[in-house]
């Protein structure tokens, strides 16, 4: 019993020596530095709540800029990644004094959640160039160490006003970037009372806007400035002497650029201007850099301006004469004035026939004073023939044949044709040249041949012998001056021509059949050709023999002597006519006069 | 329980212990390497500090230990009325697993983060379990029986006459020799006024000499060397009995102060304990409920 009395004593004396300590030990460490104000056991529920850890109304109940920040939904605190947590899910404490209770990474920070994002030159800049103590406005949040709050978005709450206040916006970014200062890409110009135009626009910023001192310090001007004049800029070249208003004669485009273009009535200086002349300078013509400026623009005063050559240069020499305007227009000196003016007899190669029509630029590919070879016709032609008129390796000139007049009709005569090869005779005389040259829509004047069938049809082969005309020599029979013209001698044939056979044409005994004239297998026979009208009443041995009774020379009378038949005329039979005996009978439908009688007694005539 | 049953039992318990060790080990290392600066940034901190679900589990799970360790232990050895369940010695051994295993887990509940007035709690813990170890030193000092009653100097002397008695008999040991043994073996007579740690020392030069002339005797017999290693080994036990009887009045008195320490430190722990439990709850760390 003694011994646990002992015991228990002791636990209450441990227990009171260190209950002093005890007390102020509940912490589970040190604080942050930021909080170290509230360590001590009497501050624990500044923080926590009695039953409910640490809540953020605990936390906010501090930090009023970060609450008023939330309730103004601003800031990095309101922003989607934060809202809803926990503020000890970032900001734990009781890990020493030393702890980092903002653990902050600059570089991977998305500045946007604050929504204020980062641009240009900001994205480079360091955090701490913009979050100092002299861009925060508010006394309380400066006095805050390390603190990110407090700025404003607005430029001017950084950076310097550069052009002091003079301008009629406080809005920076109205006209700059963040990207740089200057130049100030945004600022519209033309959004001014001063318009940039023409060269306005190249001119640089400086050359307009002067620096100038103001509060002890250089500024750039951009307001104040009178532009109502070009001559508060620009200094005036002539003096005043011809007025104040620039505008009247020259352009923003240049000085030398006059609005004459478009005001001044040329015509009144009896030029006209045309063409290219409406769109050059006048400095082009007039000389602007005169001593005397009364004098500007009266510096063709007593010149011819009719002659283009007063101002051109005749870049012919004078070859072509001082019309320039035969040639060329006032559009472009390279457009040609082609279809009529230029005498092109000038340039030693008359236009002739056919010449005369073709554009100029046919020849004259390339500029119009570029040289054209025109020794021969080949220098522009094409060989129609391809070289079938070489002579000596050269082909010879087209103009041997043809004219410029037209190249379809020729030159080329008779008597030049005779003097070659094949002399034309006869009919080839009045023969066009495309009866024997043109092949298939071919001209053909080489390796044509000689020989009648190089050109014309044997209309014989296989009906005449070529023992007739050997070598098909038509020659044989026929001659150039006519077809039908026959030089045939038929004694060499098996039937010599006698009587009325030498005086009738070939055709009536060769008759065409079937549009071939047949000459060969025509029996010798006179009934081949002939008809016998005496039906077979002649007849022997299955022939009848015409020339019994009749000769070649005639048909009539007939050589039959009346008194060798088994009937000798006489008495008053030798008067009587043949049909008063001899009567035509039908035969096989046609009439035939009967003269072999099958009887000759009298009563067979005479009843 | 067997001598077997016992050995597997104690290296279960000690198995448990050890990966429980290793596993914690393993798994927070780096962060409890961190430094404390460090650490709410590392990727565990949400799971393994001592407020986190695994942190906060630990505290509890290893307080549930200690608890049932002390005052399971406390029931049992304590309380009269209680049927005796199990031998005393198996409880002390249990009441050492829980209240190592629940200091172990409450160790990485800390996080390895010492201060405040839980710290004296964890501290006393620290107070405790080594008083623990060195008290079990002290325990198995004093000879007892197997239900933990200790034995008196009569007794104690009985067993050591007993056991040298038995040296005779079974290695069948000429006379001559036995008694040459036993008078090697015999404890010298202490100095009155020697100091513990002295005595200590004493006995330990003491012993080395006894072993080599135990040895040395032994050489000369014509006993087989299975023989000479079951004598050597009783000479041991001799030697150890000895030992135990010339420290049993120091150790006895050194038991009781130890309990002055032991027992304290254990309710500070608790105290404190019950205190952190309580500011813990009242600012609504209620782990995961």
């Not at chain 1, 200086?269 to 004098?295: I, Y």
Request: charged share 25%.
């Amino acid at each position: 019993m003694r011994r646990r009395v002992r015991h228990i004593g002791s636990v209450f004396l441990l227990a009171a020596c260190l209950i002093s300590n005890v007390v102020a030990q509940i912490s589970p460490g040190d604080l942050s530095k930021g909080h170290a104000q509230l360590e001590g056991i009497s501050n624990c529920t500044q923080c926590h709540v009695l039953g409910n850890k640490v809540t953020n109304e605990k936390c906010l109940d501090c930090h009023k800029e970060i609450k008023t920040r939330i309730d103004e939904r601003k800031g990095y605190h309101a922003s989607s990644e934060v809202r809803g947590k926990d503020c000890f899910a970032c900001h734990s404490d009781h890990h020493g004094r030393a702890f980092q209770i903002i653990r902050f990474d600059s570089d991977a920070f998305d500045h946007r959640l604050t929504g204020y994002t980062l641009t240009g030159a900001h994205k480079t800049t360091d955090c701490r160039a913009c979050h100092t103590d002299e861009n925060i406005e508010s006394a309380d949040l400066r006095k805050k160490e390390h603190t990110y709050l407090g700025l404003n978005t607005a430029c001017i709450s950084c950076h310097v006003d550069e052009h002091q206040n003079t301008l009629s916006t406080r809005d920076c970014a109205s006209c700059h970037t963040t990207d740089e200062f200057a130049p100030a890409v945004l600022f519209d110009h033309d959004k001014s009372k001063f318009p940039l135009k023409g060269k306005h626009r190249e001119t640089d910023c400086a050359s307009c806007h002067e620096t100038v001192v103001k509060n002890n310090k250089e500024m750039q001007q951009f307001t104040g400035m009178p532009f109502a004049s070009c001559a508060d800029c620009h200094h005036d070249v002539h003096d005043g002497r011809l007025g104040t208003n620039c505008a009247s004669c020259h352009t923003e485009e240049s000085f030398h650029v006059f609005t004459g273009n478009n005001d001044f009535n040329h015509n009144v200086t009896g030029f006209p201007l045309k063409g290219r002349h409406k769109k050059v300078s006048c400095a082009s013509c007039h000389q602007t850099s005169v001593s005397d400026p009364e004098m500007v623009f009266k510096d063709y005063r007593n010149k011819d301006v009719s002659t283009c050559v007063t101002c051109h240069d005749d870049v012919h020499d004078g070859k072509f004469g001082t019309s320039c305007t035969n040639c060329h227009t006032e559009e472009s000196f390279r457009q040609i004035n082609t279809s009529e003016g230029f005498d092109h007899t000038l340039t030693g190669y008359p236009l002739i026939g056919k010449h005369e029509e073709v554009d100029c630029k046919k020849c004259h590919e390339t500029r119009m004073t570029d040289p054209v070879e025109h020794s021969q016709c080949l220098s522009c032609h094409e060989d129609f023939h391809k070289g079938q008129f070489i002579e000596k390796d050269q082909v010879k000139d087209c103009a041997l044949c043809h004219t410029e007049h037209t190249f379809a009709e020729t030159k080329f005569t008779i008597e030049q044709h005779n003097a070659g090869a094949f002399p034309l005779e006869g009919a080839h005389l009045a023969t066009p040249c495309f009866s024997c040259h043109l092949e298939e829509e071919e001209w053909v004047f080489r390796d044509l041949g000689q020989a009648c069938v190089d050109c014309h049809t044997d209309i014989h082969a296989g009906l005449l012998d070529v023992k007739y005309y050997p070598d098909t020599d038509c020659n044989k029979c026929h001659t150039t001056d006519a077809w039908p013209d026959i030089n045939f001698d038929h004694a060499v044939t098996e039937f010599v021509l006698e009587g009325r056979h030498t005086t009738i044409s070939c055709g009536a005994c060769h008759r065409p059949e079937e549009e071939e004239v047949v000459f060969a297998g025509i029996p010798s026979q006179c009934s081949a050709c002939h008809d016998n009208i005496h039906d077979r009443q002649f007849e022997e041995n299955g022939e009848t023999d015409c020339r019994r009774c009749h000769m070649p020379e005639q048909w009539s009378p007939s050589t039959f002597d009346h008194n060798t038949s088994r009937f000798v005329l006489d008495g008053a039979h030798k008067e009587v006519a043949c049909g008063a005996c001899h009567k035509e009978q039908m035969i096989e439908g046609r009439g035939v006069v009967q003269y072999k009688m099958e009887r000759i007694d009298c009563a067979a005539c005479h009843l | 329980m067997t001598g077997r049953a016992h050995r597997i039992y104690i290296g279960t318990l000690i198995a448990i212990g050890v990966s429980i060790f290793l596993f914690l080990c393993y798994w927070g290392y780096t962060y409890y390497l961190t430094s404390i600066e460090e650490r709410p940034f590392h990727e565990d901190h949400t799971m393994l500090k001592p407020s986190g679900p695994i942190g906060h589990g630990l505290g509890i799970v290893g307080t549930l230990l200690i608890l049932i360790g002390v005052f399971g232990y406390i029931l049992r050895k304590k309380n009269k009325l209680l049927p005796k369940v199990g031998a005393l010695k198996y409880w002390l051994e249990f009441h050492i697993f829980l209240c190592s295993v629940g200091p172990l887990l409450i160790l990485f509940h800390t996080a390895f983060k010492f201060g405040g007035i839980v710290s004296i709690s964890f501290w006393s813990m620290v107070a405790v379990v080594l008083s623990g170890v060195i008290g079990r030193f002290i325990y198995i000092q004093i000879p007892r029986t197997i239900h933990g009653r200790e034995l008196s100097l009569g007794e104690i002397t009985a067993m050591k006459n007993e056991m040298s008695e038995s040296l005779g008999k079974k290695y069948k040991l000429p006379d001559a020799l036995y008694e040459s043994i036993i008078d090697v073996t015999k404890q010298k007579e202490a100095d009155g006024q020697e100091g513990f740690f002295k005595a200590e020392s004493r006995r330990r030069k003491e012993k080395k000499e006894t072993l080599r002339k135990v040895k040395s005797i032994l050489s000369e017999t014509e006993l087989q060397q299975k023989d000479k290693r079951g004598v050597m080994d009783l000479v041991r036990n001799e030697i150890k009995m000895n030992t135990r009887i010339s420290r049993l009045q120091a150790m006895q008195k050194l038991f009781r102060y130890w309990h002055v320490a032991h027992l304290p430190f254990a309710l500070i722990m608790l105290v404190i304990m019950v205190i952190h439990v309580a500011i813990t709850l009242a600012f609504g760390y209620r782990w995961i409920f």
